[in-house]
């Protein structure tokens, strides 16, 4: 078990449906961020947080909005979602910028 | 455009084997290379490099960094089953906050 930890772990979801991804890290970290892995694509950044403040926004759809209420949670609420934005989402987070990502075990999404 | 490459994107070898994998970047304002091993869901961290010749030993695992060929490799040796899995590289590079920029991965599969 990771300290880095996310749920559901499996999303089944219209797309008129509205859901949310909860992460929870327990290391005492100040940074956190949304990851997109979709089938045969590396890994992408979604958002960056820190300190609760938003400091980047990898062109990501308005359908995805990120909440960040205190260091040690994130949210990611989903609204009228694509059958492309099925992937496995993925957190992290990490003590300052510049230093090594801890990942959550991901939800899987499917957009029906 | 920041990228990273790795290669090969697959590989099969028997138990016992020794495998080099490797990965090459160009990443604006580069600071950072990590490795990240993913079985089932969440990448965990291996290695994170910054500085150009300096080998990381971790057990069997170990890494380097050639910042002037802008690449690193990872060795595994007396692979083991439990090795198996997909290897992920990233190249971090520090605009405002670090992203770190993945490639596709390497699909490493050990036989017994």
């Known amino acids: 078990e990771t300290g880095v930890t996310q749920t559901p772990r499996h999303l089944v979801m219209g797309m008129t449906n509205k859901k949310s991804l909860k992460c929870e890290q327990h290391l005492g970290h100040n940074a956190m961020y949304w990851y997109k892995q979709s089938a045969k694509k590396p890994l992408e950044l979604m958002f960056v947080y820190s300190l609760e403040e938003r400091v980047e926004n990898n062109s990501v759809p308005s359908r995805f909005s990120p909440e960040c209420p205190n260091s040690s949670h994130l949210f990611l609420h989903l609204h009228t979602l694509q059958p492309e934005d099925s992937a496995l989402y993925l957190c992290?987070?990490?003590?300052?910028?510049?230093?090594?990502?801890?990942f959550g075990p991901g939800t899987r999404l499917t957009v029906l | 455009e920041d990228k990273v490459v790795q290669s090969p994107l697959s590989l099969v070898v028997h138990e016992g084997d020794t495998v080099t994998l490797n990965c090459s970047y160009e990443?604006?304002?580069?600071?950072?290379l990590l490795w990240y091993k993913q079985e089932k869901k969440a990448p965990t961290f291996l290695f994170m490099l910054t500085s150009s010749g300096i080998e990381k030993k971790s057990g069997r695992l170990s890494s380097i960094l050639d910042k002037k060929e802008l690449f690193s490799i990872l060795n595994i040796t007396a692979t083991q089953t439990g090795d198996s899995a997909v290897y992920l590289c990233a190249g971090g590079g520090i605009q405002g906050a670090q992203k770190l920029v993945f490639g596709q991965g390497t699909r490493l599969t050990i036989n017994p």
């Open positions: 992290a987070s990490s003590q300052g910028y510049y230093n090594e990502q801890f």
């Open positions: 990443v604006t304002n580069f600071r950072s």
